[in-house]
């Protein structure tokens, strides 16, 4: 398969590149190669409908068996590829990649996918079960029984992930604590408005929410979780601890490349990675991208991984086609559904639009008057309104977003 | 099983056999139907699986809650009577022999 392209990681972004790339009518040898042993599936919902029982393994697969048959696209399942060597500059030798069974596959192209692993905590106790984490379809399946047997949950971040599946435990009934480092939550990413927010929309629903909350430690008896300790010396009980404090880029075998590396995997508007029969896409890489000024930023969403992914494909295929798309996101959180186009880092001024009380608002981020993003919480036509903006390089009058008897027109 | 119809946006027709209880999206996105996009995957959260439904079925399929009729209002493509995000549509029996037209934008 020495003129085929071999995908190593099986997510969102490797299915893009393989069908973007039979989309357009490419014909080589295409092989998705994932540690995973599902067939390659979407991952946002295992934090939420997922979790909450509203969605099962064969709903979140992205593409059939006979789908990836029908177009001669192989997918390798439960093998991790631990050696790459790329071909050789002179068009003469494969490149090669070695998976950990030993199994060897040849490409003329090769496509990182291989996203990112959630952050882990080394302290005291952090190795105890009933401390998990949640990234992929077996971390969602044990949490999911763990949850229906757990009384009191305790989450560590107040990111999206860690709200989101304090949301699912706390409809559930349980006694949930979020515990944040930081002296607001999704202080990433939202503006204080919007985390205020989601501070008292959680506690209104019953979930504790503890700011400036250190974890120092775990209590546990018989190998078990019994409680969370603080660094002001309090503990908090719990018997099913949800670590969520972030994701890491899997870097070893970009590294192993020499491709350059920059908390992700350095790749230009066209997924190029340094190595010209290289291209990266998703979670793993970092871009200058064009919605955040130029500056390199590394997106963990759907969107980046399947718009990188498609400019990966034509590049593969011998086309140049950059990457221009509006980022965005979503979090569903009980009956909170948050939508954000743009990035709104570097903001001057944020106008709240609607009603936070009323749990139906959106938040529009400028900068220098420039229209940067919105986070819409119940709000899709604002959502919509600032995407369609952005898309169209225009932007939104910031003197009219308040007024509510007005939709929110792009100019 | 229910067959569902899609007339692709350039026209062609693809017939999808689904299991009951996918959704009118899931149906077409595995099997790779083109046209849907259906970023979320089904989260009502992207409008990009934006399809106009056979009339005969109206009454079948249901209309749209809130959030989604916001989000099709804006959608990029012409809202009609008939639009619906096909995430939002669960396949039945009822709706077996439905044709569904998808949306040219998304």
């Known amino acids: ?11 969102q972004a490797a299915v893009q590149v393989a069908c973007s790339l039979r989309e357009s009518g490419w014909q080589s040898p295409i092989t998705i190669v994932g540690e995973e042993v599902a067939l390659p599936y979407q991952r946002p919902p295992l934090s939420k409908a997922f979790l909450a029982g509203k969605a099962d393994a064969d709903s979140l697969a992205l593409r059939s068996d006979d789908y990836f048959a029908r177009e001669g696209i192989e997918v390798v399942r439960g093998a991790r590829v631990t050696q790459v060597t790329a071909p050789g ?10 998976t950990s069974g030993g199994r060897a596959f040849e490409f003329a192209h090769l496509a990182l996918t291989v996203g990112a692993s959630p952050r882990r905590l080394s302290l005291s106790g952090s190795d105890l079960l009933g401390i998990s984490y949640l990234r992929d379809l077996s971390d969602a399946e044990t949490l999911k029984r763990d949850l229906a047997v757990a009384k009191s949950v305790v989450v560590i971040g107040g990111g999206f992930i860690g709200l989101e599946a304090a949301a699912v435990a706390r409809a559930r009934g349980l006694h949930v604590t979020v515990l944040e480092a930081a002296d607001r939550l999704i202080g990433r990413v939202v503006a204080p408005v919007v985390s205020e927010f989601y501070r008292e929309a959680h506690e209104r629903r019953g979930t504790k929410v503890r700011l400036g909350a250190s974890v120092v430690g ?3 008896r018989e190998g078990r979780v019994t409680a969370v300790e603080l660094a002001d010396g309090t503990t908090v009980p719990a018997d099913l601890v949800v670590v969520g404090i972030g994701v890491v880029p899997r870097l070893a075998l970009a590294e192993q490349l020499g491709l350059e590396c920059d908390n992700g ?18 979670d793993c890489t970092t871009t200058s991208h064009p919605f955040a000024g130029g500056a390199r930023v590394r997106l963990e969403s759907v969107q980046n991984a399947v718009d990188q992914a498609k400019c990966a494909a034509a590049t593969i295929a011998g086309r140049a086609e950059p990457y221009t798309s509006v980022p965005w996101f979503w979090s569903d ?23 936070p009380e009323e749990e139906k608002f959106s938040v529009l981020y400028y900068r ?23 898309a169209a390089g225009r932007t ?16 | 099983m229910p067959t569902i119809h899609y007339i692709c946006p350039d026209g062609t027709r693809r017939d999808v056999e689904a299991a009951a209880g996918l959704s009118v999206m899931e149906a077409a996105v595995k099997q790779g139907v083109p046209g849907l996009i259906a ?46 995000l096909a995430c939002q549509i669960e396949i039945g029996d009822a709706l077996d022999g439905m044709e569904i037209e998808i949306a040219a934008v998304q």
């Open chain 1, 1 to 11: 398969m020495s003129s085929g392209l071999l995908v190593v990681g099986g997510g």
């Open chain 1, 89 to 98: 500059a002179d068009g003469t030798a494969p490149g090669v990649a070695v």
């Open chain 1, 218 to 220: 775990f209590e546990g």
């Open chain 1, 265 to 282: 995997i350095v790749v230009d508007e066209y997924a190029r990675t340094s190595h010209p029969a290289v291209v990266a896409a998703g």
């Open chain 1, 333 to 355: 959180q009980d009956t909170l559904k948050l939508q954000i186009a743009g990035l709104s880092s570097g903001f001057d001024t944020a106008l709240v639009r609607g009603r």
């Open chain 1, 368 to 390: 220098d008057g420039q229209l940067l993003a919105v986070d819409a919480v119940n709000s899709p036509r604002d959502y919509m309104a600032v995407r369609r903006a952005l």
């Open chain 1, 396 to 411: 939104i009058d910031p003197e009219r977003v308040t007024d509510m008897s007005t939709a929110l027109t792009p100019v």
């Open chain 2, 39 to 84: 970023e979320c995957g089904g989260a009502a959260a992207c409008a990009t699986c934006h399809v106009y439904v056979d009339e005969k079925f109206a009454a079948a399929v249901g209309e749209a809650d809130d959030i989604e009729a916001e989000m099709l209002d804006d959608a990029m493509a012409e809202r009609r009577p008939t639009s619906r």
